[in-house]
């Protein structure tokens, strides 16, 4: 699975799914930077939501991130134990804020070897616990993520005697030339022009909704329960004057029917636990965003949310 994923970051410029290695789940965006989480706390206590995150560059440090629960007072003082033996000091910053280590040295040494890690309070009381099944699986996938296998600055150590690697350069961040949207309205659209552009059958679609895209270009959204009743799009680009034509995506959205935030001026699809946003190029639109919520049933709010796809928007 791990050379899939490396296949998935490094020859191609596409989104990847995220991949689960035992009791861990990890996503690499296409700036190679990966981000893991253990998905099961490998015992009774709740799950540690411990990660794992080291972006694409060579130099990049690795950081593990230690959530501490809200109950830990600033100043309290909490163990990080891998199989019982205790591994660090923690000083609680209170709050509900975490702490984010350097996995390096006996840090990484002691959660590789390790089958479960704890935050244990005072009196040995455990708060929490992570299970470390795939944690090494999940580094072996990293370093191929990111190019790194076989050199001195993979996660998991080379083979003794082995030759030094290089390490590609990470690539740039996309950038999506957004044109500068008018005070202009958008087209109008009536029932009249739904007969004459789309057809006859799309006159009950008319109760449509428009926004101005560009200074030449409208956004035209169907009812999504009428226009695939019809065999429609439910997205389509208006020109000044003339037939509408469906909108297009460089990467295919996971819902049938997004929808558009004018106020941000993004286009959202959100599926399941996939969520991807795009941004009108004067052409298309393009992929800026994409998400995946690990979908963990112990997790609230975007917890456990990873990306594996950004780009930057420039307005002009």
Not at 10 to 27: F, H, N, R
Not at 31 to 54: T, W
Not at 88 to 93: G, N, Y
Request: aromatic share 4%.
């Amino acid at each position: 699975m791990a050379s899939l994923l490396a296949a998935l970051l490094l020859q191609a410029a596409v989104p990847s799914a995220l991949a689960t290695y035992e009791d861990w789940i990890l996503g690499c965006d296409n700036l190679r930077a990966c981000h893991a989480l253990a998905r099961d706390s490998g015992g009774i206590e709740p799950r540690l939501r411990l990660v794992l995150r080291r972006d694409g560059a060579a130099a990049a440090a690795t950081r593990l991130e230690v959530p501490l629960p809200a109950s830990v007072s600033a100043g309290n003082r909490v163990t990080l134990a891998v199989d019982g033996r205790p591994l660090a000091q923690l000083i609680a910053p209170g709050g509900g804020a975490g702490l984010a280590l350097p996995f390096e040295g006996k840090v990484a040494a002691a959660l590789l070897r390790g089958r479960r890690v704890t935050l244990v309070a005072a009196k040995r009381h455990v708060l929490a616990g992570a299970s470390l099944v795939g944690l090494g699986a999940t580094l072996r996938a990293i370093d191929a993520a990111q190019g790194r296998e076989g050199s001195m600055v993979a996660l998991v150590p080379p083979a003794r005697g082995s030759a030094a690697m290089p390490i590609s350069t990470v690539p740039p961040l996309p950038v999506v030339d957004q044109p500068e949207v008018t005070g202009a309205a958008p087209r109008r659209f009536s029932a009249k022009d739904a007969r004459r552009l789309l057809g006859r059958a799309a006159a009950e679609c008319a109760a449509a909704r428009t926004w101005r895209l560009d200074a030449v270009h409208t956004l035209l959204a169907l009812d999504p329960g009428c226009a695939a009743t019809h065999g429609l799009a439910g997205l389509y680009v208006l020109p000044p004057k003339g037939a509408a034509v469906a909108a297009t995506t460089d990467r295919a959205p996971a819902a049938t029917s997004p929808a558009w935030d004018p106020a941000r001026r993004r286009l959202v699809s959100a599926l399941g636990p996939l969520r991807q946003e795009y941004a009108w190029d004067g052409a298309r639109f393009r992929l800026v965003l994409e998400q995946h919520d690990a979908a963990l049933p112990d997790a609230s709010g975007g917890e456990d949310v990873i990306t594996t796809w950004r780009a930057t928007v420039a307005v002009h």
